[in-house]
Nanobody, 122 residues
Framework: QVQLQESGPGLVKPSQTLSLTCTVS??????????WSWIRQPPGKGLEWMGAIAYSGSTYYSPSLKSRTSISRDTSKNQFTLQLSSVTPEDTAVYYC??????????????WGQGTQVTVSS
């Protein structure tokens, strides 16, 4: 059973960098052909895909967030990390990490973390 767990600060000040880590257990982040993703949900809005790091280490970002987003991994710890720079209150959301895979050319998510609330406020 794969488990994902987000960790990081729940409160970030405007203009700072938000940093979250997802720790994976029960499966390796280098296993073919999974995509380890960050997805967020602002209050009252739908899910927003932010980006992913593939089993190969390749990274993919949402065009709308690409200039502020960086995803990296530590294979020795089986973790992957999100950094979002220059945050504003509009970045307040529940942040999820999830495991994705392609099926019939669509990405599907089979395992999710429980989500972590991040609030951007001074």
């Amino acid at each position: 059973q794969v488990q994902l767990q987000e960790s990081g600060p729940g409160l970030v000040k405007p203009s700072q960098t938000l940093s979250l880590t997802c720790t994976v257990s029960g499966g390796s982040i280098t296993t073919n052909y999974y995509y380890w993703s960050w997805i967020r949900q602002p209050p009252g809005k739908g899910l927003e895909w932010m980006g992913a790091i593939a089993y190969s280490g390749s990274t993919y970002y949402s065009p709308s967030l690409k200039s502020r987003t960086s995803i990296s991994r530590d294979t020795s710890k089986n973790q992957f990390t999100l950094q979002l720079s220059s945050v504003t209150p509009e970045d307040t959301a529940v942040y999820y990490c999830a495991r994705g895979f392609y099926s019939d050319y669509d990405i599907r998510y089979d395992y999710w973390g429980q989500g972590t609330q991040v609030t951007v406020s001074s």
